[in-house]
């Protein structure tokens, strides 16, 4: 039975590494998940037939409430994932702090020799990550959430980072001999820490966050493994508290923002607002009139963004696709890394609409092609296109690279109103000579263009 169990954990562990792998490329990503799936299931089986387990019901009623949750969870719109992730993160962090708890006061109670130094140290960052982890995460879901008594906008008063290091002070103090009310005041503290370290945090910062703290609950499964004994759970743990490390660097690197940055620089503070007296001349152009020229373009290059999610235009977006294609027109996505709010948001979006991955192009290799290119149509981006970020070294965007619109030769730019996007900055994009703008919700704008295409295909 023990030799199954140790194989169980290999296989498991494996089937974890190879769902990481294969979810690198859209063309594995689904093999990915079903070996995630796969792996989870045989830890549990090999959790089923642990000859310590002698109450199988309380197995079956975790599954149950696993389903319970995980249910509707799974059904939330695609927009809605940042602050879904933060709330299984929320559950795991939680589960683990439950459990350090629950493993210190059997171990309490039985015979306090065996809290040992290490399983003290493991216990304590078990409950301290997990219990953090479980309220930073809420409140990163409730920010993304837009509940209305969590404030979006990052919360700071002076002194704050020395007050939160005094809390974090204050909970690293492992000692066997403190006791069950110490151990309480530690997760207690943790608590409020979660809180504390979220607070001063802008809503728009949360998906790199939620990644932070994926991080986090990844290690406190490190530490509940040592502290079960389980080498299943800790290299799990370990797996999962890399690829959030991993996730988040990107992210940072893709906004050139730094981790110490997105935590304490309060991001997403309300911008002072644009310069009086500069005259910004916005330029519109009817839909008929870019149709037009989009079907005497050679090169298309459309710029999809965080409006396209919002919209849910990505299916009227591959309509136009095949309008265009329709006509031998060279039509490509330029794929920014953080474009919408979410790591892949629009290699997700434009995969449920069915677009070639071919077609889909990464920053850099599309901004070679840029100087060629005859219609840039921008579909509700907006920082990712902000060419101040190149020079303008008072922008909060200063070093982001950005995908080349203004280096077309005509740019289209669909978006609702005069709104700045997540930087909460002007675009200076929208007022260039070359920049026409159709105002409107994405999905009916690129609709209309499908139309007035597809009206005048019999015309050629
Ligand atoms: P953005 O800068 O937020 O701009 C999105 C634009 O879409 C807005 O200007 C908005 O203008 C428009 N829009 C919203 N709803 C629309 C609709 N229904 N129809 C048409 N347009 C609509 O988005 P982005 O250019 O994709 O840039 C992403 C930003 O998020 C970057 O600053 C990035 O650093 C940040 N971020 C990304 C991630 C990630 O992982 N992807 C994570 C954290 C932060 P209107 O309101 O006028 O319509």
């Not at 301290?128 to 995460?137: C, E, K, M, P, W």
């Not at 879901?141 to 290091?165: C, D, F, H, M, S």
């Not at 892949?344 to 901004?367: C, F, K, R, S, W």
């Amino acid at each position: 039975m023990h030799l199954i169990g140790e194989l169980s954990a290999v296989l498991a562990t494996a089937l974890f590494i190879f769902a990481l792998y294969w979810m690198n490329d859209p063309k594995t990503a689904r093999r990915g998940v079903i070996a995630g799936v796969t792996g989870m299931t045989v830890a549990v089986l090999a959790t089923w037939i642990q000859p310590e387990i002698v109450h199988h019901g309380w197995i079956v009623a975790a599954i149950a409430a696993g389903f319970l949750v995980g249910v509707p969870l799974s059904q939330v719109p695609l927009t809605a994932v940042p602050q879904r992730t933060a709330l299984s993160h929320a559950f795991g962090g939680l589960a683990a702090g439950l459990v350090g708890t629950a493993e210190y006061f059997l171990w309490l109670g039985e015979n306090s020799a065996q809290l040992t130094p290490f399983r003290m140290s493991a216990l304590v960052i078990e409950v301290i990550l997990g219990f953090l982890t479980f309220t930073g995460s809420l409140m990163a879901a409730g920010k993304l959430q837009e509940v209305k008594w969590i404030p979006q906008r990052p919360v700071t008063y002076p002194g704050q980072n020395l007050v939160n290091l005094a809390v974090l002070a204050l909970v690293l103090h492992p000692h066997a001999a403190w006791g069950g009310q110490a151990f309480i005041a530690i997760g207690a503290l943790a608590l409020v820490f979660g809180v504390l370290l979220i607070i001063p945090i802008g809503g728009a910062d949360m998906p790199t966050v939620i990644s932070i703290l994926n991080a986090y609950a990844g290690l406190a499964a490190v530490a509940m493994g040592f502290v079960l004994n389980s080498k299943l759970l800790v290299t799990a743990g370990a797996l999962d508290g890399s690829s959030g490390l991993i996730l988040s660097i990107i992210m940072c690197r893709a906004m050139n923002r730094s981790f110490t940055n997105v935590l304490f620089g309060a991001f997403g503070k309300a911008q002072p607002a644009a310069l009086k007296g500069e005259q910004k001349e916005w330029k519109q152009e009817t839909v008929e009139g870019a149709a037009q020229l989009l079907e005497q373009a050679r090169n298309v290059v459309i710029i999809p963004g965080y409006g396209m999610a919002v919209a849910q235009a990505q299916h009227k977006v591959r309509e136009l696709y095949d309008q265009l294609k329709k006509r031998g027109i060279n039509a490509k996505f330029a794929i920014h890394p953080v474009a919408g709010r979410m790591p892949g948001h629009m290699n997700v979006l434009l995969a449920e609409a069915d677009i070639p991955y071919t077609d889909l192009v990464e920053m850099d290799e599309i901004n070679a092609e840029m100087p060629q290119v005859d219609v840039a149509l921008v579909v509700g981006a907006n920082d990712v296109v902000n060419p101040a970020a190149r020079y303008d070294k008072g922008s909060p965007i200063y070093g982001m690279p950005i995908i080349d619109a203004d280096r077309a030769r005509t740019v289209f730019a669909i978006k609702r109103s005069k709104n700045p996007g997540f930087a909460g900055i002007d675009n200076e994009l929208y007022f260039s000579d070359k920049t026409f703008m159709l105002f409107g919700d994405a999905k009916a704008v690129v609709g209309e263009l499908v139309k007035q295409l597809a009206g005048s295909s019999g015309m050629h």
